[in-house]
């Protein structure tokens, strides 16, 4: 059968935590869609959700040193004693090195973070979202559960490689997992407007994917299919309504939604 077109997409997610001071981050943190546990939950320190180095570093695949004379925390790679991301104790400045694919070599840099690394009950927490993008991660924040998702590099590219949808010649779409099936699902009006252009748009993929295997739609232009989908949101937020992103854009589309949600 030949496939339809219509609309647009490309994965993730988006982070933007509220909260100030200190305080127990009440939401679920997790990484390609697994839920991970710390023995000490997250914290929230000026709005940015705050993990134990350890507990973030073992979620990532990475090591930890801990210098105390200098009150450092250095993250490796696995087997690798030189670090990828170097932080201090209460210093707003970070450092983390990344290669660069145009230079064909590794290039170092230096953020400035609105939480830096900090001492809460003798344990050494650092910002979640600095650490993970620095090694290549997308954090999505949903505003409305307070969970935190973070995607590898290597889950990122598997959304939107062969066989991830799209008709020249990229093969059939995978079938959507049910914890991406219940990330989509989670997803509404307020957590889309927290997401910023890029996560908007790798989101919709997941859409598409889901379409692409239960009606054999293909998303054509993804970056239309964000647009209409944001001026719908807007709509909602200013009527101060909160409805699904993915129920919306089946409304939008004129696709039975019923096939995908039961109940």
Request: with cysteine.
């Amino acid at each position: 059968m030949k496939k339809s077109k219509v609309l647009a997409g490309v994965i993730a997610g988006a982070l933007s935590l509220s909260m100030s001071l200190t305080a127990f981050a009440q939401g679920k943190i997790f990484v390609d869609l697994q839920e991970v546990t710390t023995d000490t939950p997250p914290q929230i320190v000026n709005d940015r959700t705050m993990v134990p180095v350890r507990a973030i570093t073992e979620m990532l695949g990475y090591d930890v040193n801990w210098l105390a004379e200098k009150q450092q925390v250095e993250i490796c790679e696995k087997g690798n004693t030189t670090p990828v991301i170097i932080m201090n104790i209460n210093n707003t400045k970070a450092y983390y090195t990344k290669y660069d694919s145009d230079l064909g070599d590794t290039v170092g840099y230096e953020e400035v973070l609105d939480s830096p690394a900090t001492l809460i009950n003798d344990r050494t927490f650092v910002p979640l979202r600095f650490i993970s993008e620095a090694v290549g991660y997308t954090v999505d924040y949903n505003i409305d559960t307070a969970d935190v998702y973070m995607f590898s590099p290597e889950y990122n590219e598997n959304q939107q490689g062969e066989g991830k949808g799209g008709d020249e010649g990229m093969g059939e779409a995978v079938p959507l997992t049910e914890d991406e099936m219940t990330y989509l699902l989670e997803q509404t009006t307020e957590s889309w407007l927290a997401m910023n252009q890029e996560e908007k748009s790798e989101l919709v993929v997941l859409i598409g994917r889901w379409w692409e295997d239960y009606e054999n739609i293909v998303p054509e232009n993804y970056d239309e299919m964000v647009e209409v989908i944001d001026h719908q949101m807007e709509q909602y937020h200013k009527n101060n309504t909160d409805e699904g992103v993915f129920e919306t854009a089946c409304d939008i589309y004129e696709i039975d939604v019923t096939k995908y949600i039961k109940g």
